[in-house]
């Protein structure tokens, strides 16, 4: 056996300890560890937590309940793939392409998800505390139920996105497109929305203690649901 051959299948034995033995397609694994080329294959309950995955092309794949923890996935394809109550904790997911991908019940605790595309992703239930979020596209996405305590951006869209019952509790959201989102039921105590656009955005009993909306563009049908809000504008 050649040493790289043999190094490989010593890391899918590796990567495989620990885990169920029909949550993963063994000859998937190895063709991306092999290649990082892996569309539409099954990946789920596999360990590849601290993996370097940097640009895999892993559109479709099924990754539900894989462990990520720490992995590199930096501009890796993750289009519409099933990453359902992944483990990502730390992960980075820098400029990775996350469009139309279900990340729901997903764990991507202090997750760098910098640049990172994530329009139309399902990211219901989601916990991403204290991820970064700089630069995220986050257009149209199913935020119902995640939690974004202490989450980090800078200018990303937050347009049409679904926030009902989430909880951006302290986050920094300055200048962000919220036009159209829907926050029904949002704690957003604490939250900074200077400067941000949320023209259309359905307030109704958001928690809007202590936030901060210098700047910021509010049709007067939300701002008329929340009276606190009317109070805070200059």
């Given at each position: ?64 309940g894989t462990n990520l923890e720490g992995a590199n996935l930096n501009q890796a394809n993750l289009i519409r793939a099933n990453l359902t109550d992944a483990k990502l904790i730390r992960a980075s997911l820098i400029a990775a392409k996350l469009h139309g991908a279900n990340m729901e019940r997903a764990n991507l605790i202090a997750a760098n998800l910098t640049l990172a595309g994530l329009v139309i992703t399902r990211l219901n239930y989601a916990n991403l505390t ?105």
């Amino acid at each position: 056996m050649k040493f790289g051959n043999w190094a490989i299948a010593v890391l899918i034995g590796t990567i495989s300890v620990g885990t169920p033995a029909k949550a993963e397609n063994p000859a998937d694994l190895q063709q991306l560890l092999e290649t990082k080329q892996c569309s539409r294959c099954d990946l789920s309950g596999a360990n590849l937590a601290g993996v370097d995955l940097q640009g895999a092309n892993l559109e479709e794949a099924n990754l539900s309940g894989t462990n990520l923890e720490g992995a590199n996935l930096n501009q890796a394809n993750l289009i519409r793939a099933n990453l359902t109550d992944a483990k990502l904790i730390r992960a980075s997911l820098i400029a990775a392409k996350l469009h139309g991908a279900n990340m729901e019940r997903a764990n991507l605790i202090a997750a760098n998800l910098t640049l990172a595309g994530l329009v139309i992703t399902r990211l219901n239930y989601a916990n991403l505390t204290s991820a970064n979020l700089v630069g995220a596209n986050l257009e149209s996405a199913d935020l119902v139920g995640a939690n974004l305590r202490l989450a980090s951006q800078s200018i990303f869209s937050l347009r049409e996105v679904s926030l009902r019952e989430g909880t951006p509790f302290g986050m920094e959201m300055a200048g962000v497109n919220l036009r159209d989102a829907d926050l029904t039921n949002a704690n957003l105590m604490g939250a900074n929305l200077n400067w941000s656009d949320l023209t259309n955005a359905k307030l109704e009993n958001a928690d809007m203690r202590y936030v901060q909306l210098q700047g910021a563009q509010i049709s007067p049908q939300s701002a008329y649901s929340i009276p606190s809000v009317v109070q805070a504008e200059p």
